[in-house]
C-alpha cells in the first residue's frame, strides 16, 4: 500500500468542532456543553490511511461520526473530493449528501449490534445497492452481494443465512461487504477492530490493507490501539480530550514521538525486540471530563513533564519536520 502523491486531499477537515450542550432542571436549561471534539483539523490522501488514536472518551469517534454527518458537527469545515460536506451556512441538498455518502462509508466497532439479526446477508449488503437502484431484482441483487463475500473471503453460498450464524471476525466480513457495496472512495474503520480477538484482528487488518491496494480506498482508522494502527497507517493522529496532540507519519510517531502523552502511549505498547527496553511511563488518573475539562494544556494533570506554564497557558503548536506537528510548552 503507498500513500498518494496527489497534492489536493480527498478529504480535508478543519477547525470540525462537536460540543454536546448538557441540560438540567424541568425547563432542560443548558448548563454547559461537552466538547468532544474541539478544533481538529487533518487530511487524509487518495489511496492514504490516516489512524487516529487515544484512549476511550477522547472524541475520535465522534469526529469520524461528525465528518461522515451521522453527527451533526457544531463548527468547522468538511470538505470530499472538493465538495462541501459540512461547513457554517452551508447545507448540501439531500441529494448531493446522498451522492457523496455513496463515496463515504463507515465500518462499526461492535459486529454483533451492527447487523440487523432479521436481515439476511443478502439483504445487510445489498440494502445500499436497493436504496440507489443499483440493482434490479432479487437474482442480481444476490449475484451482486456473492461477488462482495467472496471479495471480502467469504464463502459466496452464506448469501441466505443470517448474522447469528456466523462468528464475530466473519460478521466483521460481512461489515466490510456492506460497506464496499456502493463503491466508495472513504471509509471510516471506526474502531472496526477492537471487539475482535488478537489473531481475528490481524485477519481483518490484513484484509483492509488488501482491499485498499485493490479499489484506491482511503481511511480514517479510528482506534485505541497504537500497535494496530502502526501496521496500517500511512500517518497518524493522536487526540487527548478532543483535540489532536501530535500528528506525523508513522515512522515519525513511532520513531520520534515529541508529545508527552504520544511518548506515554508508545512506551505501553509490546515491542518484538525485547533487547529494546523502553521505560513504561504510568500516565496517573483518568482523563479528566470534557465537560470541564482542566485549563492551560488539557494534559497537565497527567502529564510527566509539567511547568507551571502548562497550568494556565494554552500550549502552541509546534513543528518537529515535515508533515509533524505537536501541541505542547516543550521545545521541539
Ligand atoms: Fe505536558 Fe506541559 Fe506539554 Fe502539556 S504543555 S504536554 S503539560 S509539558
Partial sequence: MTSSDAKAPLLSVRGLRKHFPVRKGVFSTVVGHVK??????????????????????????????????????????????????????VRPSSRDMRAMRRHMQIIFQDPYASLNPRMSVADIVGEGLKVHGLVSGRRELEDRVEELLVRVRLDPSYV????????????????IARALSLRPRFIVCDEAVSALDVSIQAQIINLLMDLADEFGLSYLFVAHDLSVVRHISHRVAVMYLGRIVEQASRDDLFGDPRHPYTKALLSAVPRADPTRKVERIVLQGDVPSPLRPPSGCAFHTRCPAVMDVCRHEFPPLREAGEGHTFRCHLEA
Avoid: M, W
Avoid at 40 to 63: R, Y
Fill in 160 to 175: 441466505n443465512r443470517y448474522p447469528h450464524e456466523f462468528s464475530g471476525g466473519q460478521r466483521q466480513r460481512i461489515g
Fill in 36 to 89: 468532544a471534539v474541539d478544533d481538529v483539523s487533518f487530511d487524509v490522501g487518495e489511496g492514504e490511511t490516516l489512524g487516529l488514536v487515544g484512549e476511550s472518551g477522547c472524541g475520535k469517534t465522534t469526529a469520524g461520526r461528525s465528518i461522515l454527518r451521522l453527527i451533526e458537527p457544531t463548527a468547522g469545515e468538511v470538505t470530499f473530493a472538493g465538495e462541501t460536506v459540512y461547513a457554517p451556512g
